[in-house]
């Protein structure tokens, strides 16, 4: 069997992924001075046990390049790399053998392996995706469900294909076991209540051709570059500030298992349902009926649709039913109360029209008694003239003048009589309307 370097990068599916490895395999090639090839048969020779060779002698032999990499580590250590960036390119060598069934198991508290929090990373919340969610079109929004479900590798989520998914008709959470990719440990997955909802939407939609879930545009499926382009800019609309921080797919993994702890489940259950490798004394005691029980604690913490009583919903469809009935009503009393006021102005404005009648009337009869007054004063000084040319006698003057008086009295007290009357109806009208004037 040839072994071959390229032959191994061209298996990494991820172009990310398989770019890192490559650069770890050169730069420890050029520290350990020999070809990736002749490494493997290096590798290939120490694991072949020698004829009268102990126990002792073959497994110090078979345990050399994980000494030869923990050296390399340390020397990245020096050069100035980072913890985590000295680990990762540990990775492609080990991945290598790995590939070739022949893995490099490190010791147990070695250095290789030590990692430490980075803070490049944005600190995705729950209350990160609602938002996200609420701008989202159908697709977007089941790619954030199913990636708050499960908390996968992007690699593994880009590739499933719609035969992979269970059938939907069963209760909600519906089991989905995934085989990953990287480490080849099956996800004990589960679908939730609304990404069950939403596939049901989303399924019908897909063109046939493609037997991928979230299909490209060719045959294949989408590319991780463009899914995290595609976070970054629902981040945007949904006008989340990252301040500086990387916003990737991978954040829904970190928040998964952080809402593992946060949930009370353990992050053995939260690494068993997202495919993370764990002892296998831990894999037995885990089973299907306590992973659900778990799931279901767990998306407490991580809804993206809250739940709603069916209760309250039904009250709230009560009261949405009164809040239009009494908006109805509002209206119609807005109307009635409009027209009525305008009714209660133009009946105001007839009153003082009338009431400037009636004033002007009176002036005029005031003005009338004056003048006939007048007269009478100017009869009694001329009183020997006026009986030489009339032969009328001061009595009958008199008398006329009183029957005058009389009549004039007679329409004061009806001007005044209908004026009460008036504003006797203006208030009974008011009352009746129960508007204050």
Not at 168 to 179: H, K, R, V, W
Not at 245 to 257: A, D, E, P, V, Y
């Amino acid at each position: 069997m040839e072994l071959s370097v390229k032959q191994y990068l061209e298996s990494v599916a991820n172009p990310n992924t398989r770019k890192e490895y490559r650069i770890g395999i050169n730069k420890f090639c050029e520290w350990f001075g020999k070809p990736a090839e002749q490494i493997l048969e290096m590798r290939k020779d120490d694991l072949t046990q020698r004829p009268e060779e102990n126990i002792i002698e073959f497994r110090n032999r078979a345990a050399r390049f994980e000494k030869e990499i923990e050296k390399f580590h340390s020397n990245l250590m020096e050069q100035g790399y980072k913890t985590n960036t000295c680990r990762t390119l540990t990775l492609g060598i080990r991945q290598l053998f790995r590939y070739y069934q022949m893995p490099v198991r490190m010791r147990t508290g070695s250095r290789v392996d030590k990692t430490v929090k980075t803070t490049r990373n944005f600190p995705l919340r729950i209350e990160h995706v609602r938002r996200m969610f609420q701008v989202a079109d159908l697709r977007e929004r089941v790619f954030l469900s199913m990636a708050v479900d499960l908390g996968l590798r992007i690699s593994d989520f880009i590739k499933i294909k719609r035969k992979d998914l269970p059938l939907l008709d069963g209760e909600a959470p519906i089991q989905f076991d995934l085989l990953t990719g990287k480490e080849e440990v099956v996800a004990n997955s589960f679908l939730s209540t609304e990404t069950v909802n939403l596939l049901k939407t989303y399924l019908p939609t897909l063109k046939k051709g493609n037997v991928y879930l979230f299909p490209s545009n060719a045959k294949s499926h989408i590319s991780d570059e463009w899914l995290n382009r595609l976070l970054q800019k629902l981040a945007t609309k949904a006008q989340i500030s990252l301040n500086g921080k990387s916003l990737t797919f991978h954040c829904f993994r970190k928040m998964f298992l952080s809402a593992a702890i946060d949930s009370g489940i353990g992050l053995t259950a939260g690494k068993k349902l997202c495919g993370k490798a764990i002892p296998k004394s831990d894999d037995t005691y885990l089973t299907t009926v306590k992973l659900r029980e778990k799931f279901l604690q767990l998306k407490k913490f991580l809804t993206i649709i809250p739940n709603v009583n069916i209760d309250d919903v039904k009250k709230m469809e009560v009261l949405e039913e009164i809040v239009v009935t009494l908006q109805k009503d509002l209206s119609f009393q807005k109307v009635l109360t409009e027209t009525i006021t305008k009714d209660l102005e133009t009946k105001e404005q007839q009153v003082v029209d009338l009431r400037a009648f009636v004033e002007k009337r009176l002036d005029a009869q005031e003005q009338e008694k004056n003048k006939i007054l007048t007269r009478f004063e100017k009869l009694e000084i001329n009183q020997e003239e006026i009986r030489k040319q009339h032969p009328v006698t001061p009595k009958d003057i008199l008398e006329e003048l009183e029957q005058l008086d009389v009549r004039v009295r007679k329409n004061l007290d009806h001007a005044e009589e209908f004026m009460d009357k008036t504003e006797q109806k203006l208030s009974q009208f008011k009352k009746d309307l129960n508007i204050d004037k």
